[in-house]
């Protein structure tokens, strides 16, 4: 390797590693587009969160091969480095973001030949944001979230892109039975448990995000274990999402992959588990879902009293038809329900991975020509339009986007037909998969 050095605001000179070959060209590319960036943060003592105080120490970057061949930036923030490399599959290249010296809050950026990319999160593991190629040669960031992450941890916001659990969705009372011991969750939304309760999986740093080759292709992907109590949930679960971003054809393609198991030195020989991603989604650029149009692949729905909490029953959801679009206008529909895409709940495993994906929601604007396709392994999917809820800080309106959450039945737990889609136990793993396909008329 050729190396050098860049002096950091304390006079230290540290070392500046480039990779050999043809990254070389890039890395000192990269070296002198970070330079004057954090220069002028520092001279005019503003800005990400690099001037000032003790964070000085973070003017000075190294540059390392990873073991797919993926260039790693550390110690600058707000700067997305990005290489092309041979060892990834023909359609994708990665970068990293990292803060020195804690390296607790990272980005990592997914890019593709066609220009769409996706920004990722250690913060909840979660999607920040999401561009993918329209048909007159610019992007459309279609996922809601901010520019920096650091506002995923300070602004509130209802689970932008985030990573979901231990388990996602509402839990009657804030209590679950397992193996006749009763354990007390944290309540979080009225006297039920939401998301994971007050600290969900949303709210933690995930490990990562690391260069992985997963099926062949090169992944991003965070772990995290989640310890015995937290939350009031018992065992200790070892979590892993990981992403990819590939172009196929004219589809951009992102897919999540979900997996739990129990962790070898877990107090508890079993647990509950049931996760989902909560990002929302927006087609076109009006700020709103008014004028886009929304696909369901079926009608039928688990009901839900006044608090959103299941009676058990599954009906036909009033005023939508299966695979028949509705055009979003003036607050109409108003949903936030959950749909049953695989009948019966006998049938469904702990580990979705190996079934087929199944339709969840696909999405189309008649002004971008953009549409969005969601498909899960997942038997049911939570749809929310955002009513009621806006997001200031990110301009973000009531009704600006869609969320949708493939996961198993809502409130799984608490009915003795669906509990065993959720109950995880030591040797058994929890998976499942889900992708979003867009692409333009």
Same mark, same amino acid.
Request: aromatic share 6%.
């Given at each position: ?47 990400? /969160? ?59 950026? &997914?890019?593709? +030949? ?20 329209? /048909? ?30 231990? !388990?996602?969705?509402? !839990? ?72 990819? &971003? +590939? ?41 709103? &879902? ?81 549409? &969005? ?31 949708? +959450?493939?996961?198993?039945? !809502? ?31």
């Amino acid at each position: 390797m050729r190396g050098g050095a860049l002096k950091g605001a304390d006079g230290v000179q540290r070392p500046l590693v480039a990779v050999p070959g043809r990254v070389a060209p890039v890395a000192v590319r990269l070296v002198q587009v970070v330079a004057v960036h954090v220069a002028v943060h520092v001279a005019g003592g503003r800005g990400g /969160g690099v001037a000032g105080g003790a964070e000085r120490d973070l003017v000075w970057l190294r540059l390392v091969q990873a073991e797919v061949g993926v260039v790693l930036v550390e110690g600058a923030r707000h700067v997305v480095v990005s290489s092309s490399s041979s060892s990834l599959s023909s359609s994708s290249s990665l970068s990293s973001l990292a803060r020195y010296p804690d390296q607790e809050d990272r980005m990592k950026q &997914l890019t593709t +030949e066609s220009g769409a990319s996706v920004q990722l999160i250690n913060y909840g593991a979660a999607i920040a944001q999401f561009h993918v190629p329209l /048909g007159d040669g610019s992007t459309h960031n279609v996922s809601l979230g901010f520019e920096d992450e650091e506002a995923f941890k300070t602004v509130t916001h209802p689970y932008f892109g985030a990573s979901i659990g231990r !388990i996602g969705n509402r !839990i009657r009372g804030a209590r679950i039975t397992l193996d006749g011991e009763t354990y007390e969750l944290a309540k979080n939304n009225g006297a039920n448990a939401l998301h994971g309760g007050k600290r969900g999986f949303d709210k933690l740093m995930w490990e990562g995000p690391a260069t992985e080759t997963r099926g062949g292709k090169a992944c991003a992907v965070f772990r995290m274990t989640s310890k015995d109590g937290e939350e009031g949930y018992p065992g200790t679960l070892d979590v892993l999402a990981a992403y990819t &971003l +590939e172009t196929k054809g004219k589809q951009t393609v992102l897919t999540l992959e979900f997996e739990a198991k129990l962790a070898d030195g877990s107090p508890k020989d079993a647990t509950y588990c049931g996760l989902t991603n909560h990002s929302f989604f927006n087609v076109g650029k009006r700020g709103t &879902l008014d004028g886009t149009q929304l696909t369901l692949p079926t009608a039928r729905y688990i009901e839900v009293d006044s608090a959103s909490i299941p009676s058990g029953k599954i009906g036909d959801f009033p005023g939508v038809r299966a695979n028949v679009p509705v055009n979003f206008q003036q607050g109409a529909p108003s949903i936030d329900h959950c749909f049953v895409l695989e009948e019966p709940a006998a049938d469904i495993p702990l580990d979705t991975r190996e079934k087929p994906m199944h339709a969840c929601v696909r999405m189309y604007d008649p002004e971008t020509k953009l549409h &969005l396709d969601i498909n899960s392994t997942e038997p049911a999917v939570q749809v929310f339009t955002m009513d009621k809820i806006s997001v200031k800080e990110g301009g973000y309106g009531t009704r600006a986007g869609l969320a949708v +959450e493939p996961q198993r039945y !809502i409130d799984a737990v608490s009915h003795d037909a669906w509990r065993h889609m959720m109950t995880l136990r030591k040797g058994q793993t929890y998976g499942s998969r889900m992708e979003y396909i867009a692409y333009t008329d």
